[in-house]
């Protein structure tokens, strides 16, 4: 009985001996299985941080190329501006300008009508004109 007993002690051993081999390798490969999705999992997390830096970066630099623009459009919208009010400046100047010579057109046109009644009433020959 001895016998037979030690053969089920070393029976027994050997199922526990297997059991515990088998859940030593599914243990390994559960290991296994975890790092290598936490190692996809790290890739991924690096991979996004890259992107999102060089999103940063970019929106960082067309940040820049907005308030450059911004202010060129202010600058341009000075100059505008200015231009504007020379340009309304140079039109009174143009309209006065031409009061100025509508006044004169007409004084000269009154007095060559004058002069022309004063020639035409006087009627003095030229021979009886008092020389100098």
Do not use: W, Y
């Amino acid at each position: 009985m001895n016998e037979t007993m030690k053969n089920r002690v070393v029976v027994i051993l050997a199922v526990l001996v297997v059991v515990s081999i088998a859940m030593l390798f599914k243990s390994c490969n559960n290991a296994r299985q975890i790092k290598l999705s936490h190692d996809k999992e790290v890739v991924k997390r690096m991979d996004l941080e890259e992107k999102m830096n060089k999103n940063s970066q970019i929106e960082s630099g067309l940040a820049q190329q907005l308030k450059a623009g911004e202010q060129l459009l202010e600058e341009e919208k000075a100059a505008h501006q200015a231009t504007k009010k020379a340009l309304v400046q140079e039109q009174l100047v143009n309209q006065s300008l031409k009061e100025e010579l509508v006044k004169i057109t007409r004084l000269k046109e009154a007095l060559e009508e004058d002069l022309k009644e004063a020639l035409t009433s006087s009627k003095i020959p030229a021979t009886a004109a008092p020389k100098k």
